[in-house]
C-alpha cells in the first residue's frame, strides 16, 4: 500500500539510544526522509538519503534502511530531542510527489 | 543560508478562496523545485503540492486537487498557494519549503483556519 506506519508513540532514557521506525512498500524502493518536528516551530531536516545529515544536524541522529522499513537512530538521546518525528517518501505509484508518516511522539525520560 | 518567509493565510469561509505567498531569499543562481506541507494541529504532516523549478510541472496531493493552485514566479523568488473551494478540513498551519522530494528549508508557517 501507498502509506507509511509508524509507531504513535516512543520513549527513551535520557542518554540511551532509540529507534524510530517507518513501514512501507515505498522504502523498497525510495530511502526516507525523517524529519523533527517541535510544538510551534516548522520542521527540520534530519536525514535524507541513505543516511545524509544536513548541514548542523548532530551526529547522533543516523538513518538506515532494510526491505520495507526504514529507522531512525538516536544514539545518547537528549533532552532536547523530545519531539514529533516524521518519515517522508517518494510515492512510487506517481500519484502523488512525497508523503508523510503519521508520526511518532518521543518522549525523553 | 535559504530563508522562506510566508505571508496570507487567516480566517476563510467554506467556498472561499484564500492566498498564500513564500519568499526566499539566500538562494543560488537556480530555482530550486518548492512544495507546500500542511501540519493539521493534534495530527500529521500532509504535503499539498509541489512545483518544478521552472514552474512547468505542478503536483497535487488529492485532497486539493481541482481546488488549489501553486505557482511561482522566480523573478521574485515568489512562490504562491491560490486555495479555492475552502473546506473545514483545509484548516492547518500551511508551510513553504524548498524541494520535491525531501525539504531541507522551510517557511515559518501561515495559520488557515476556514470556518463560518
Known amino acids: 500500500s501507498s502509506e507509511l506506519t509508524q509507531d504513535p508513540a516512543v520513549s527513551v532514557t535520557l542518554g540511551q539510544t532509540v529507534r524510530i521506525t517507518c513501514r512501507g512498500d515505498?522504502?523498497?524502493?525510495?530511502?526516507p526522509s525523517w524529519y523533527q518536528r517541535k510544538p510551534g516551530l516548522a520542521p527540520v531536516l534530519l536525514i535524507y538519503?541513505?543516511?545524509n545529515r544536513p548541514s548542523g544536524i548532530p551526529d547522533r541522529f543516523s538513518g538506515s534502511s532494510s526491505g520495507d522499513t526504514a529507522s531512525l537512530t538516536i544514539s545518547g538521546a537528549q533532552a532536547e530531542d523530545e519531539a514529533d518525528y516524521f518519515c517522508c517518501s517518494r510515492d512510487s505509484t506517481g500519484n502523488r510527489a512525497v508523503f508523510f508518516g503519521g508520526g511518532t511522539k518521543l518522549s525523553v525520560l | 543560508e535559504v530563508q522562506l518567509s510566508q505571508s496570507g493565510g487567516g480566517l476563510g469561509q467554506p467556498g472561499g478562496s484564500l492566498r498564500l505567498s513564500c519568499t526566499a531569499s539566500?538562494?543560488?543562481?537556480?530555482?530550486?523545485?518548492m512544495s507546500w506541507v500542511r501540519h493539521v494541529p493534534g495530527k500529521g504532516l500532509e504535503w499539498v503540492s509541489a512545483?518544478?523549478?521552472?514552474?512547468?510541472?505542478?503536483y497535487y496531493a488529492d485532497s486539493v486537487k481541482g481546488r488549489f493552485t501553486i505557482s511561482r514566479d522566480n523573478s521574485r523568488n515568489t512562490l504562491y498557494l491560490q486555495m479555492n473551494s475552502l473546506r473545514v478540513e483545509d484548516t492547518a498551519v500551511y508551510y513553504c519549503?524548498?524541494?520535491?522530494?525531501?525539504?531541507?528549508?522551510w517557511g515559518q508557517g501561515s495559520l488557515v483556519t476556514v470556518s463560518s
Open positions: 512545483i518544478s523549478g521552472t514552474g512547468f510541472m505542478t
Open positions: 539566500g538562494l543560488s543562481s537556480s530555482s530550486p523545485g
Open positions: 519549503a524548498k524541494g520535491i522530494w525531501e525539504f531541507d528549508s
Open positions: 538519503g541513505k543516511n
Open positions: 515505498s522504502l523498497r524502493a525510495y530511502s
